[in-house]
């Protein structure tokens, strides 16, 4: 399960850029203009971040360019290049928020009955997924098997399943460590292959989902871990 880990939302709105030389037209009567607002630079990184997460989760990854997601932050293409390098710096960055379960989400669990962490934690993850989802989901296009994508990716599932672990009530745990891994890396290709048959191929629904991984989640955790 894949968690993603969301960096905070900043909403902000961007008015159009001033054109240089070029006088503004007078508003018309009782309009108001809009006010440009004045971002940190935080605050404008993550403006850009929001736009392209938004862009790589609705098109591939070829089919968005640096200038589609400059003109979707209202903000000029070179600041791509200043806060993420280019458009494949930001892409990886977005991979890895995207693929990595919240540390947050874990803490707030609620306390009580396993079946109740398992259901509230499903739901999450499902709710992240059609945030950002589809942009993990189906990472690639040209960039192949990219050895910068492939290394966030697998350093995002080692960071999930250890936080699986610990919502799921092991993390104290320190005999058979290497099997409850290994266990919890097969429940994340199922839960990664439920989302691809929600999101993608829409050959199942939410609760078809939800039902199979939650009901999934409470066995390995009730029957099949105890019996290690």
């Known amino acids: 399960m894949r968690p993603a880990n969301k960096t905070p939302h900043t909403t902000a709105t961007i008015a159009p850029a001033v054109v240089s030389g070029v006088e503004r037209p007078d508003p018309p009567a009782g309009a108001t203009e809009p006010r440009r607002q004045r971002l940190n630079p935080d605050e404008r990184r993550q403006q850009i971040f929001l736009c392209a997460q938004k862009l790589f989760n609705e098109r591939s990854y070829d089919e968005v360019s640096a200038t589609d997601i400059a003109a979707a932050a209202g903000v000029a293409r070179a600041l791509i290049n200043h806060y993420f390098g280019n458009k494949r710096g930001l892409y990886l960055e977005v991979i890895k928020i995207s693929s990595t379960m919240s540390e947050s989400a874990v803490a707030a669990l609620p306390e009580g009955p396993a079946e109740q962490r398992i259901d509230v934690a499903v739901t999450w993850f499902l709710d992240s997924l059609e945030q950002s989802g589809a942009t993990w989901l189906s990472f690639g296009g040209s960039m192949g098997r990219d050895p910068d994508l492939e290394t966030i990716l ?11 672990i610990q919502a799921c009530g092991f993390a104290g745990r320190s005999t058979d460590r290497e099997q409850i891994r290994a266990i919890f890396r097969i429940y994340a290709q199922l839960a990664r292959s439920g989302a691809r048959e929600w999101l993608l191929r829409k050959t199942l629904t939410r609760p078809q989902v939800h039902a199979l991984l939650a009901s999934s989640l409470k066995v390995i ?3 099949v871990i105890p019996a290690i």
């Open 221 to 223: 955790v009730e029957d």
């Open 154 to 164: 697998i350093a995002a599932e080692n960071d999930s399943i250890e936080l699986l």
